[in-house]
């Protein structure tokens, strides 16, 4: 009992090691619990006690930075002559925004509980696989994640660029950090963390999997033990989530009126005959990080989903390789799980109920995004937005920022 508790120790110590440079910057932006394992990340209490008050502040600060913009945002939009479908959408954009840093920090200050809870259940599992298998699943979770954080911080770069060589003032750069890039930072790192813990998940189900198709004999055992893991998976991603729900349903429906702004303002250019190659560019940036926040949440989900449907097709396929004396009992167990398993391909996994964590879901979403711009297109071609002579609402918004 003791070697299986040491060892958890061990698992878990090394998993928090691998993520500790991500987890420290996610800790201070207040998008992860702070007190899960805080000592397998700082090791002094002095320290942690300087760690909490920074957290405070920077936190305190980045909500007090976005609400202030957001809220002179808010008021500068009301009097910029637009139609007033596309003036409702420029300030849900705003308030959305603010919603999604409010969100991503009650989250990380309310879901303690559930992330130690989801940790206990993973490092359960991967300690009845194969240490060789476990490191390749920390290696595997460790390079996606470099990938993704690269590409964020890439793509946030470009777009204060392109913001500040478009607009040229420091102060509207300001601006758009504040009211429009830092809720983004706060939704992304959240967002990450599903990301990787869909992605342990998945990867966890896949060796387990393997492993059953792999083995020459089989017993009743084993497979109950295999049955456990399964569901102990199945729980884990249940846990996901529910503690990102919220924030993953505000970040799609952000996504959504984003990218029909955005697609506004490039027609709206295109129109005028305006070939401003920087603000393209900074449209699509920004259109870019939309779909890449939303990809990273449905598509490990979806993954995950797929390997359950396999654990239930192998299990079916294992019945045909089970010759023990006393099997009756035993290819019942088994096709039982299997049938569980494989009708669970038509329960996925929702946010709030409503939005499905798959690829399928991606159609509804472009179909939702496309009624958006054929109203907003049929609004600006009857010459409604003047915009005081400025070709978009936001260069009218920033021209009166500056």
Request: with cysteine; glycine share 4%; charged share 15%.
């Amino acid at each position: 009992m003791s070697d299986t508790t040491a060892e958890k120790r061990w698992l878990r110590l090394q998993l928090y090691q691998t993520f500790k440079p991500y987890l420290i910057c996610a800790q201070l932006l207040c998008t992860a619990p702070s007190s899960c394992n805080a000592e397998c990340l700082i090791d002094q209490r002095s320290q942690r006690s300087y760690f909490k008050q920074a957290r405070l502040l920077i936190t305190a600060s980045i909500l007090t930075s976005v609400v202030i913009c957001g809220v002179q945002a808010i008021v500068q939009l009301i009097y910029v002559p637009m139609p007033f479908f596309t003036g409702v959408l420029y300030v849900n954009e705003v308030v959305l925004c603010i919603a999604i840093s409010v969100a991503a920090v009650n989250r990380g200050l309310s879901e303690e509980a559930r992330c130690n809870r989801f940790v206990d259940t993973i490092i359960a599992v991967a300690s009845a696989v194969p240490y060789t298998d476990w490191v390749d699943t920390v290696r595997y979770v460790r390079l996606r994640l470099q990938g993704i954080c690269a590409t964020f911080v890439i793509v946030f770069a470009l777009a204060l660029l392109c913001d500040y060589l478009h607009f040229g003032s420091i102060y509207a750069t300001l601006f758009t950090l504040c009211a429009y890039l830092l809720p983004n930072v706060l939704g992304g790192v959240s967002i990450v963390q599903y990301c990787l813990g869909t992605l342990l998940v998945y990867r966890l189900q896949q060796n387990i999997n393997r492993r059953l198709s792999s083995v020459d004999i089989i017993h009743e055992a084993y497979i109950v033990e295999t049955k456990h893991h399964y569901l102990q998976l199945a729980h884990s991603a249940s846990l996901l989530t529910r503690s990102y729900e919220v924030l993953i349903l505000t970040i799609v429906f952000a996504g959504i009126n984003v990218t029909s702004l955005q697609l506004l303002e490039i027609y709206q250019y295109l129109q005028q005959g305006e070939s401003h190659t920087v603000y393209l560019t900074y449209n699509i940036l920004w259109i870019f990080m939309q779909l890449y926040m939303l990809l990273i949440v449905v598509f490990p989900s979806d993954m995950f989903m797929r390997e359950q449907t396999r654990f239930g097709m192998v299990m079916f396929e294992r019945v045909q390789t089970v010759h023990e004396p006393h099997t009756k009992e035993l290819v019942r167990l088994i096709a039982r799980l299997g049938l569980l398993t494989l009708g669970r391909k038509k329960i996925v996994s929702k946010a709030c109920g409503v939005l499905r964590l798959e690829l399928s879901s991606l159609s509804s979403i472009f179909v939702a995004l496309l009624s958006f711009m054929i109203i907003l297109i049929q609004f600006d071609s009857g010459n409604l937005n003047k915009h005081n002579g400025a070709v978009t609402a936001i260069d009218s918004l920033y021209t009166t920022t500056s």
